[in-house]
């Protein structure tokens, strides 16, 4: 067996193919950790802080493991990364000759069937029709991710996706996604991503049969997002665009097969859905199914009949085409999606709906997932190692548990190896308005743009809301002299990808960003010097989900706030912060605007939740940080 304390020592290995390689504080001890829980067949949960070097922590035991593994992370960018780069490397350095397999969602794959009918006028979508066209002969995976040339955005990508609603056969000899599956089921080891890991779950849940490969261990990264995930494949959602869509291709089809009954009753079909959408709120928003109920009941029953009579008139022509039993299923989950939303009985949960400028998304949300979770994570069979930079709340894993259902876990807890206490300096101005103040984004920025001038590299803005940060673009463009020769990006601009790729170029630009901002974003050295954060984030109370688990909360004697919206919320600043030290050498300042860390009581839990920082309200204090790491940095240039 590896000895993983010398493994990752001053003498690795992994200096032959990492020239930049390092030993980190806890990095070999995690390792030790895993490897005694997957050769114990228990559960762990792990905090690993920035810099611990986690990927190789969990790769090196599970490799050695000679055990059926699946590795799930969190995004499907990743999930590339995992599988093309990290894994191979790890493989080759200890030696061990592992069969390997990528394993995404069926969007991701190209359907050659699709393909093939796919046309278009528009002159955008016909060139990217062309190029995918011209791709299919080189891919052996089909996997939509090695295209390059095309907008993410594209409209190209809804017409040659491999989907379950519109695939003609699940057998189809040339399917990738059914290759892709096929080679899971075969290899030691799997990378998937949580999407597809709850997918199964909830599959399984259902009675369905296995959708990933059974596994001895289930390493779970980034595990701090499964909560909310899990909630999603748990409950029932349906929007307008996914009927929008099933509606124009069974359109197709009919006309194909001059089926003049089944036309008439799929255009009654689309009439439905717009009167639907005539009756629903015109403002967007989330709301309630209750509140808006009485608008909305008839409009759902009477779409739910003509799914039903389109579903009879399909019946009577099944045997004309192969892919009508397949839409007939598709229509089929539609209707009883949509008949759950008017019928309580049906199914238990929240009933909402969220209106925005593209769609109408119909939504039931179980409340508490963690029972059902239970005892899929309890089994004595599975090994189950979920490890993440910030899933526990003052090295407190209570709040993860109860969430998803854990129980009997052992835990760990491994600290950032970087100096975060001399390295990283978190201001907290004290001469601003409440963050619940109508003029505190705009006092906010004129604060925190004095700071501009103190910082060398790039700067980050972290808003808690779409609102705010549009706020913000206005301000600059008013305020161009503030940011003088700084380039001023903003999320919605371009794709994130992009945006990051500017930043990083300039060196010292400014970019504007929300949520998907807050985590998973790695920006290193003097390109990012400073994060500005304007609110602590907490969800909206409005919000209809989180009032509806707020109050279920109570109906169970508990109280809302510190069990659900503190938590919640201390673990999304411990994201946002932890977009500033990316590497060792990395220094820089951290601005929390909102006054509440300071003078409400329970300010003193987010901070101590942080990594060790030190914490200061003296402005010219900042000045003494960042001057002594500039001369810092100039002598160790010398």
Same mark, same amino acid.
């Given at each position: 067996?590896? !000895?993983?304390?010398?493994? *990752?020592?001053?003498?690795? @290995? ?39 070097? &986690?990927?190789? $922590? ?16 969190? +995004? ?42 796919? +046309?278009?006028?528009? &002159? ?10 011209? %791709?299919?002969?080189? +891919? ?16 190209? %990508? ?43 779950? $909830?599959? &399984?849940?259902?009675? *369905?049969?296995? *959708? ?55 255009? /009654? ?27 909305? /009941? ?57 209106? +925005? ?5 119909? /939504? ?19 090994? %189950?190692? =979920? ?20 129980? /009997? ?13 001399? !390295?990283?300096?978190?201001?907290? @101005? ?11 984004? &705009? ?17 980050? =803005? ?12 206005? %301000? ?26 500017? =930043? ?22 003097? $390109? ?32 809302? =706030? ?77």
């Amino acid at each position: 067996m590896t !000895n993983f304390s010398n493994f *990752f020592g001053e003498n690795s @290995p992994l200096k032959r193919v990492l020239p930049g390689f390092r030993p980190r504080k806890g990095q070999g001890e995690m390792a030790i950790d895993i490897c005694d829980a997957i050769n114990r067949k228990e559960n762990l949960i792990i905090e690993a802080g920035t810099g611990i070097g &986690k990927t190789f $922590a969990y790769l090196a035991p599970a490799l050695m493991s000679g055990k059926k593994i699946i590795i799930s992370t969190g +995004t499907k960018t990743l999930q590339d990364q995992l599988y093309r780069r990290d894994l191979p490397l790890i493989a080759k350095v200890l030696g061990r000759p592992v069969s390997t397999s990528l394993l995404k969602g069926r969007s991701n794959y190209l359907c050659l069937h699709r393909l093939d009918n796919a +046309t278009s006028n528009d &002159k955008t979508i016909s060139q990217d029709l062309k190029i995918i066209n011209e %791709w299919k002969f080189q +891919t052996d995976t089909g996997d939509l991710s090695e295209i390059s040339g095309i907008s993410e955005t594209s409209n190209v %990508w809804s017409m040659v996706t491999c989907s379950n609603d519109n695939c003609p056969s699940p057998s189809y000899d040339q399917c990738y996604f059914s290759k892709a599956r096929k080679l899971a089921q075969k290899t030691d080891l799997s990378v998937i991503n949580h999407h597809l890991l709850f997918a199964d779950i $909830a599959m &399984k849940e259902e009675g *369905f049969s296995d *959708f990933l490969p059974e596994a001895e261990v289930i390493i779970v990264d980034e595990a701090h997002q499964i909560p909310d995930i899990a909630t999603q494949f748990f409950g029932k959602s349906i929007g307008t665009i996914e009927i929008e869509r099933f509606i124009k291709e069974l359109l197709l089809k009919a006309i194909v097969l001059n089926e003049a009954k089944t036309i008439k009753s799929i255009d /009654n079909l689309s009439k439905n859905l717009k009167k639907f959408v005539i009756s629903s709120p015109k403002k967007e928003g989330r709301y309630e199914f209750h509140e808006i109920e009485s608008q909305l /009941n008839k409009p759902i029953s009477d779409l739910c009949l003509a799914m039903r009579e389109v579903a009879k008139s399909l019946a009577s022509i099944a045997g004309k085409d192969e892919s009508l039993g397949v839409m007939s299923e598709t229509l089929e989950k539609y209707y009883f999606r949509l008949n759950s939303i008017i019928d309580p009985f049906l199914e238990d949960g929240l009933r909402w709906i969220e209106v +925005t400028s593209r769609s109408i998304r119909l /939504n039931i949300t179980p409340l508490d997932i963690g029972n059902r979770l239970s005892h899929q994570f309890n089994m004595s069979h599975q090994a %189950w190692i =979920f490890t993440s930079a910030t899933i526990a709340i003052d090295n407190d894993f209570t709040h993860f548990k109860d969430r998803i259902g854990l129980k /009997n876990t052992l835990e760990s807890n491994y600290p950032s190896p970087y100096t975060t206490d001399k !390295n990283a300096l978190i201001y907290l @101005p004290k001469d601003l308005p409440d963050a619940s103040n109508r003029e505190f984004t &705009k006092e906010m920025l004129k604060n925190t743009s004095k700071l501009l001038n103190l910082i060398e590299g790039g700067v980050f =803005f972290l808003f808690t809301s779409n609102k705010s940060l549009y706020e913000a673009k206005r %301000w600059f463009s008013k305020n161009k002299k503030i940011i003088k020769k700084r380039v001023l990006l903003s999320q919605g601009d371009s794709s994130r990808e992009e945006l990051l790729m500017k =930043f990083r170029e300039d060196g010292k630009g400014v970019l504007l960003g929300t949520k998907s901002f807050w985590e998973g974003v790695d920006v290193r050295g003097a $390109a990012l010097k400073m994060v500005i954060i304007d609110k602590l984030p907490f969800k909206s109370p409005a919000d209809p989900l989180m009032m509806a688990r707020l109050e279920h909360i109570k109906q169970h004697g508990g109280n809302g =706030f510190i069990e659900h919206q503190l938590p919640t919320a201390v673990l999304s600043l411990k994201q946002g912060v932890g977009r500033l030290l990316r590497d060792q050498n990395d220094y820089g300042l951290i601005v929390i605007c909102d006054n509440r860390i300071q003078n409400k009581s329970y300010g003193a839990v987010f901070k101590k939740s942080l990594a060790p920082m030190r914490f200061t309200d003296d402005r010219h204090k900042i000045s003494q940080f960042l001057e002594s790491h500039q001369i810092n940095n100039h002598d160790s240039k010398q």
